[in-house]
């Protein structure tokens, strides 16, 4: 499991040169590293391309933005990890003896679960076609609702990933994306460079 120290206070709103900051990061990532067990599903699958939205197999996944980004693809990939339960009641032991470290260890395992699906798909194979930026479900004007269609598709349950009833995701700490698949390298480097939110504070 790579630790990033750099996209850990990036995530924590955190210059680089914050000593301070930097030192509860490495602190709670000592707490928090014995409890990873990351664990990830992939499935590659062939699309449609609409004007408002995108088909993969029986689903259609209803977002313009999502169409946009996926305009010439013809493949995606269908990704989900997750850190596992021991991280999120990790969390909740760090956040309960002091806030500081809380905010440090949120930022610390948002990163470690960024970093390793950035890994697990680098190294994927895909033939020669080039990977897009992962796009998930609440980005842009993809409706988070539409997360409920994305387990219809992926048996998440078998790394140990549920949904709630609001579809937010347990554990905690897990990410769900498409990640498109084209015979041309894309101009777009980050999905934040899709989303329409220009003032968010973690935008790349």
């Known amino acids: ?119 697990v798909l680098e190294d994927y194979i895909t033939e020669g076609q080039v990977q897009l930026p992962r796009f998930s479900p609440g980005y842009a004007d993809w409706d988070l609702t539409e997360q409920k269609k994305f387990f219809q598709i992926m048996d998440c349950a078998k790394i140990g990933l549920t949904l709630t009833d609001s579809c937010m995701m347990v554990p905690m700490k897990s990410i769900t994306a498409v990640v498109g698949l084209s015979r041309e390298k894309s101009s777009v480097h980050s999905s934040c460079e899709i989303c329409g939110l220009e003032n968010c504070i973690y935008r790349k």
């Open 1 to 119: 499991m790579i630790y990033n120290q750099k996209e850990a206070l990036r995530l924590m709103c955190a210059k680089e040169d914050d000593r301070e900051a930097a030192n509860l990061c490495d602190l709670v990532y000592l707490k928090l590293r014995n409890e990873v067990q990351v664990r990830h599903l992939i499935k590659r699958m062939d699309c449609d391309i609409w004007p408002d939205g995108v088909q993969v197999g029986e689903i259609f996944f209803k977002s313009t933005s999502l169409a946009e980004y996926l305009k010439g693809c013809e493949e995606v990939l269908l990704f989900a990890a997750t850190l596992g339960p021991k991280v999120d009641r990790a969390l909740k032991r760090i956040v309960l003896a002091s806030l500081a470290e809380g905010n440090a260890a949120q930022a610390v395992a948002a990163s470690l679960i960024e970093n390793y699906s950035n890994q």
